[in-house]
């Protein structure tokens, strides 16, 4: 029978230890010590509903429940899923006026086809994936003939219904541009619902980003988001997950992390570029996969520092210091410029 009253279970160091190294193991989500009282709380919840007095008897029903409902039920409870719209907007500024007309414009220039996918990673309800869309319809326009996919996944079940739901409190809204609420939001009661023209754009599935064979099937994005993620992991999991990232990119795509979070010590495969509003790292054109060799902790190379675009930064530079500090060859700085000189006279 289940129970509804709180058992006061009071959780011991081992099985913190035991429950610590599974989660660890198995997402990548590591709790330190300080956050004990934080587990015994999540975990102890689930506990009385299913009516188990000891943790060790819940941890052996999590790691030996094959059909894995249990293991998601832990993770629904482990995981931190605060998000909103337009979170971070200089970082989302960054995004839709800087790098992605420069790719838009790229990618009209080369004629290899109106494409844009983007992943937005450890989606939570949806918040992130749906403002991606948003500011794609808002760059693009909403009769636009882009093919555009935003894969959004998460480790949680319970966020991911919420974000195909797509029903928010006025709370998700806070940070939103008023325009942007009247424009691709309809009223439900309560609830600011996302209209359909967004939630088309975006496709959900669960993946554990500490999966290493699911990792390898995202390929080819112009984009890849992960923001206030990486900060629940170990640096092992990482400098994994990094990786994953790279290669999953295609050359010239961007990675954006969270605003206070760093690759520093995590991965060197990167180019750190300074736009106006915001710092995004860059896989190099021409770059190889990243392979299985140890990391090294050195900083990432900054590519050029406040210029009108990235691309004219990258071209100044070059030109002042005479070297070429991003390793950019000289013909694809020319090409840089010459994209960089088109923009300018498409915004005349
Ligand atoms: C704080 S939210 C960030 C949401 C959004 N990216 C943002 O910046 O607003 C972190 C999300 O990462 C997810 N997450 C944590 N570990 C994960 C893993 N191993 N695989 C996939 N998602 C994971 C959590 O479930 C949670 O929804």
Sequence with gaps: ???????????????????????HEKSGIFFAENKKYLVENRLSKRM????????????????????????????NLVTTNETSFYRNPPQLACFQQEVLPLIIEQKK??????????????????EEPYTLGMILLEVLGERNDWNIEIIANDISENVLYSA???????MSLRTTPLHIVNKYFTREGEKYCVTDNVKRLVKYSHLNLADRRKMALMTDMDFVFCRNVMIYFSDDIKKQIVKGYYNSLRPGGYLYIG???SLHGISKAFKLVYFKNGLVYFKETGAAAET??????A???AVAVGAKSAFAAVASS????????????????????????????TRK
């Design 164 to 170: 195909r739901t797509a029903a928010y409190s006025e």
């Design 292 to 297: 299985d060799t140890p990391e090294t902790t």
């Design 259 to 261: 605003h206070a979070e």
């Design 299 to 301: 900083a990432p190379v």
């Design 1 to 23: 029978m289940l129970q509804t009253e709180n058992l006061n279970l009071e959780l011991s160091v081992e099985d913190f230890v035991a429950f610590r190294d599974f989660i």
């Design 318 to 345: 070059a030109a002042q210091s005479a070297r070429d500090v991003s390793g950019t060859s000289a013909a694809t700085l020319d090409k840089l410029r010459k994209i960089q000189e088109l923009l300018a006279s």
């Design 48 to 75: 009385t509903t299913l009516g188990l007095k000891s943790f060790r008897d819940y941890f052996y029903q999590v790691k030996y429940d094959t059909s894995l409902k249990e293991f998601n039920m832990l993770m």
């Design 109 to 126: 220039q080369a004629g290899h086809g109106k494409r844009l996918k983007i992943w937005s990673a450890g989606c939570s309800t949806g």
